[in-house]
């Protein structure tokens, strides 16, 4: 199983990384983690067509994680010519309750559009729940997280091996659940720890490594930083509270899991 880092910037772009957006790949199928801006054309740039896709997860709808998926629905609209043909093979979305109708709402050309804008026609949009569900080989899971907004972390397993993703996330128990024995989690860092920081919102980079330590996970890779987020504090804080290898995310860097642990294989992780 392949990971591969999209974008990592946290709440927006920042100067050397699009926002939110992973690939993990296994057994000729990808998905795509979150959409955030400027993750479609770095997804083009690693010369994954999106028309390849198997899925696109969602775990939440704040626009670091989900703005590009209104440049997807232009390309799978309009780029009609063979082979492609996004209205035979819709693509699965799964994503929170208002998933269609919001994204909808997005992509709306005005205001007189809203009521009968409807992206079904080339989407295929699923409501997350607190279960599990099969995509080509993955098998995935899906818990509702601690945020400001509906979100929910996931777990995919597949040719043995296991990756967790917070999405956006406060400590909860959900967390510890999804990444239980992981070979790879892949937490958010929002910020360094401090008691002054809101509750149920983000994770800090002691709570990312207090995570990992307790779930027992094979490797942690630390992501979502905000761009006014010192990584190297973010850095030490997960490695004061988990023992194991530590890593901060960079776009472009590419994970290999296979169990028991990952290893970075390219990109610029450190």
């Known amino acids: 199983m392949l990971l591969t880092v999209l974008g990592c910037s946290g709440s927006l772009p920042g100067p050397e990384s699009p926002s939110s957006g992973y690939l993990v790949e296994s057994g000729g199928c990808a998905v795509a983690l979150d959409l955030g801006s400027g993750v479609l054309a770095a997804m083009q740039a690693r010369e994954c067509d999106p028309f390849d896709l198997g899925a696109l997860l969602l775990s939440h709808l704040h626009p670091d994680h989900c703005a590009d998926f ?40 005005s205001a007189e559009e809203l009521a009968t804008t409807d992206l079904s026609d080339v989407f295929d949009f699923h409501v997350l729940d607190a279960g599990s569900f099969e995509v080509g080989p993955f098998r995935v899971r899906s818990r509702p997280v601690e945020h400001s907004c509906e979100a929910h972390g996931f777990r995919l ?31 958010e860092a929002t910020w360094t720890d401090h008691p002054d920081r809101p509750l149920g919102e983000h994770l800090s980079g002691a709570q990312a490594g207090r995570l990992a330590h307790e779930a027992g996970v094979g490797e942690l890779v630390l992501t979502h930083l905000a761009p006014w987020t010192d990584p190297a504090e973010v850095l030490a804080e997960a490695r004061a509270e988990y023992s194991g290898p530590v890593t901060l995310a960079r776009a472009g860097g590419v994970h290999e899991v296979a169990g028991p642990a990952a290893r970075v294989v390219g990109g610029r992780g450190n």
């Open 70 to 109: 209104t440049t997807l629905a232009v390309m799978r609209r309009y780029h009609i010519h063979p082979p492609y043909d996004a209205y035979q093979r819709k693509l699965p979305v799964h994503g929170p309750s208002e998933v269609a109708d919001r994204l909808a709402r997005a992509y709306a050309e």
């Open 157 to 187: 397993e597949a040719d043995g091996a296991a990756i967790a993703y917070t999405g956006d996330s406060g400590p909860c128990a959900a967390l510890a659940d999804l990444a239980s024995g992981v070979d790879l989690l892949l937490a």
